[in-house]
Nanobody
Framework: QVQLVESGGGLVQPGGSLRLSCAAS????????MGWYRQVPGQQRELVAT???????TYAPSVKGRFTISRDNVKNTVYLQMDTLNVGNTAVYYC????????????WGQGTQVTVSA
């Protein structure tokens, strides 16, 4: 198994920025994609961004241009830089590890709360 440990969430004002980090306990050869999802209570978990081990990225239309996903393959860590935050970005953010951008993740992080409020 793989453990994913997240950090970086918190309270931020509208227009502000946060950087989330997620470190995997180990690498598995065939699990090439790391990503970020988010979930609001009572709603479905939705995809935010993914990145493959060669650096190919995908983004949800609502965050493209404001959020940036990146990874450090040496550290087995994925990051999400979130800029120009708005109240609609308030959610619990989960990192993930899986086989590809279009397949369900195999592993999930514990979740980190992001709250955007004035």
């Amino acid at each position: 198994q793989v453990q994913l440990v997240e950090s970086g969430g918190g309270l931020v004002q509208p227009g502000g920025s946060l950087r989330l980090s997620c470190a995997a306990s180990r690498s598995i050869f065939w699990l090439t994609t790391m990503g970020w999802y988010r979930q609001v209570p009572g709603q479905q978990r939705e995809l935010v961004a993914t990145i493959t081990n060669d650096g190919t990225t995908t983004y949800a239309p609502s965050v493209k241009g404001r959020f940036t996903i990146s990874r450090d393959n040496v550290k087995n860590t994925v990051y999400l830089q979130m800029d120009t935050l708005n109240v609609g970005n308030t959610a619990v953010y989960y990192c993930s590890l899986g086989k590809g951008p279009r397949t369900p993740p195999n592993y999930w992080g514990q979740g980190t709360q992001v709250t955007v409020s004035a």
